[in-house]
């Protein structure tokens, strides 16, 4: 399965600010591109990651346990781009 990383960072950023809007403006991106991104995660997942029934989302216990390996896999990414960065200079 392909995740984007726009989608995993926009799941990551939504979790810590507690809302799609500030996550967006975070990223400098349109509320519904956040919105978007990670509703296309979920269904790639096959697993809802946000309780949206109150005003702000909230993490579900999927979304919790899910919240640490996407910070490992966007970590990894930032190593990988910066030894790919080294080894080419």
């Known amino acids: 399965m392909h995740y984007s990383p726009e989608a995993l960072q926009a799941f990551v950023e939504a979790a810590a600010l ?3 809007s500030a996550a ?3 990223l400098r991106k349109s509320q519904s591109t956040v919105s ?3 509703a296309n995660l979920e ?3 096959a697993l809802t ?3 949206r029934s ?3 989302p909230v993490l579900t216990a999927a979304g919790r346990k899910v919240l640490g390996h996407v910070q490992a896999i966007l970590a990894a990414s930032e190593r990988l781009d910066a ?3 080294q080894l080419a200079g």
């Open 18 to 20: 507690g809302s799609f």
């Open 24 to 26: 967006a403006r975070k």
């Open 36 to 38: 978007t991104a990670i």
């Open 43 to 45: 269904a790639d997942l």
């Open 49 to 51: 990651l946000f309780d």
């Open 54 to 56: 109150a005003r702000q």
């Open 83 to 85: 030894l790919s960065i």
